[in-house]
């Protein structure tokens, strides 16, 4: 019998809706890839699209991870703490992005959404394997609420960078 048995359906859930959004984002791209870019536009993807494709990404592996037929949570708590690491050190390389970029100036919404936001929820999801061993119960819900919260910023950033396209520099282009 799984440790994770009763979160099978959670993470179909979360896992499919990562899935599709990952799928729906490069669509997006795709779409507005017709227009030309800049160099400085181009330095944007990296602090503000790919992260989105990312977060999903994570969300994706959570619940692929949550699905499996894992015998001992040990294993799983492994690979949890090492995405969660790994996921600090790559909000780090975010942030840096975001600072070094020149298209656009980052309000604090955007460093709420794309650097304390995702490092909290990856920062979560350490601690959570940290304590999986002793306390099960508690680490899969908070493993559970750091994949919702990587699912809704993903959600949130590449809705506000879309949005800015459209609507910011399609007008400015415009002009």
Not at 92 to 102: D, E, G, P, T
Not at 105 to 130: G, K, N, Q, R, S
Request: with cysteine; charged share 10%.
């Amino acid at each position: 019998m799984s440790v994770l048995n009763g979160w099978v359906n959670f993470y179909v859930i979360v896992g499919s809706s990562a899935g599709a959004l990952i799928g729906l984002q490069f669509v997006v791209i795709t779409l507005i890839a017709a227009r030309p870019i800049a160099q400085a536009d181009a330095q944007t993807g990296g602090a503000f699209a790919t992260p989105s494709v990312v977060h999903f990404g994570v969300v994706l592996l959570l619940s692929a991870i949550g699905c499996a037929p894992w015998e001992v949570i040990t294993s799983v708590a492994v690979l949890w703490g090492a995405i969660g690491l790994c996921g600090v050190v790559y909000v780090l390389i975010v942030a840096r992005r975001m600072h070094v970029q020149s298209a656009y100036h980052p309000v604090f919404e955007d460093w709420m959404f794309h650097v304390l936001f995702p490092c909290a929820a990856y920062a979560v999801l350490a601690i959570a394997a940290l304590s999986a061993h002793s306390y099960m119960r508690p680490a899969l819900f908070l493993i559970s609420a750091a994949a919702l919260m990587l699912l809704f910023i993903g959600i949130h950033n590449a809705w506000d960078a879309v949005t800015y396209y459209v609507f910011v520099r399609s007008r400015e282009e415009g002009e």
